[in-house]
């Protein structure tokens, strides 16, 4: 509950049995046990608000929400109405429209078009901002290792990691600290300019950053791919084409930890009908890849899915995923 969406304190009031049973029947999807137990509610003359914020912080209103969430993910996700075909015309095309849009904000808004927070826009970033930015590419790096350790997987520091969509190197530093070697990859020259830059700066001698163009056109392997709010930016034949080229070159029993939608409300896609709107806006925009295209990508390339999780990245316009897999030795 926002604080903004509070009534006044005037207009809040001594919670009853009434309210009770209301918060029983909204936050956990049940009837209360008995009288004796609703009644025990309300033994420290909670205000409505106060009981409200008791019964949506428990564990088990927590649980219930998860519940819920499950039972309309099944219901509303439908991968159907997304075209994966296209001919090499149509490959350059997409290609071309998305470089255009993030070369352009590599130049503009380069810190903006990887965390859309307005304190990243250029015209407020200040030097607090950018080190707070790059903090949270930390987090994301733990995250990763959690991940890996909930799993029953320990991070081996000798690792050598490929971050398909590095931007500005937000994770590129706490990825090198933690592991032998780092390559950042990304479509925009100006985002890498400045990645360049932070990691001279940081002293980060074991990483290295190069154009999409170079890493699609090389043969290289690594032991983790990874990528996050990267994917969903491209068209769904673009998604499909970089995860299989990633997986094909991710070394035998290596790992692949990425992020991508699959599934958003209302979406379809297919490529004449994207391609023809000639006056398309050169603006980030949200893709999604169905499920069986990831898992048949898996398999292609001979990876066994260990983790598959709603991540809650896209916000409420669908449902993104983070797949955790290991490739066959």
Not at 74 to 93: H, I, S, Y
Not at 110 to 137: C, I, K, M, Q, W
Not at 176 to 194: M, N, P, Q, W
Not at 264 to 273: A, V
Request: with cysteine.
């Amino acid at each position: 509950m926002n604080d903004l969406d509070r009534p006044s304190s005037s207009q809040d009031r001594p919670a009853t049995a009434f309210d009770v049973e209301a918060c029983y029947r909204t936050f956990l999807g049940r009837e209360c046990e008995t009288p004796e137990i609703a009644k025990a509610h309300l033994t420290d003359a909670p205000s409505v608000w106060a009981l409200i914020d008791r019964f949506q912080a428990s564990a088990e209103a927590r649980r219930y929400r998860i519940h819920a969430a499950a039972q309309d993910i099944c219901q509303d996700q439908d991968g159907r109405g997304v075209e994966l075909t296209l001919d090499e015309v149509q490959a350059r095309a997409l290609s071309a429209q998305v470089e255009a849009v993030w070369s352009r904000y590599g130049r503009e808004e380069a810190f903006f078009s990887v965390l859309t927070n307005p304190r990243y826009l250029s015209s407020t970033l200040r030097d607090e901002h950018v080190e707070e930015f790059y903090a949270t590419g930390a987090a994301e790096v733990d995250r990763f290792m959690e991940a890996c350790r909930r799993n029953g997987v320990e991070p081996d520091p000798a690792w050598s990691v490929l971050e398909l969509g590095c931007g500005v190197a937000r994770m590129g530093e706490a990825f090198a600290e933690r592991f032998s070697t780092y390559s950042g990859v990304d479509i925009s020259a100006g985002h890498l300019a400045l990645a360049r830059d932070r990691l001279n700066k940081r002293g980060v001698h074991n990483a290295n950053l190069r154009l999409l163009t170079d890493f699609l056109a090389a043969d290289d392997g690594y032991d983790v791919f990874f990528s996050v709010i990267v994917l969903q930016h491209n068209p769904p034949p673009i998604i499909h084409k970089l995860l299989d080229l990633s997986l094909r070159r991710l070394n035998p029993g290596g790992y692949a930890c990425f992020q991508v939608p699959c599934f958003l409300y209302g979406y379809q896609f297919e490529t004449g009908r994207y391609l023809a709107e000639i006056d398309r806006p050169e603006i980030m925009e949200m893709h999604a890849l169905p499920q069986r295209h990831v898992f048949d990508l898996l398999a292609r390339h001979g990876l066994r899915p260990i983790e598959v999780v709603p991540d809650g990245r896209i916000g409420s316009i669908g449902v993104s995923y983070s797949f955790l897999a290991r490739k066959a030795d």
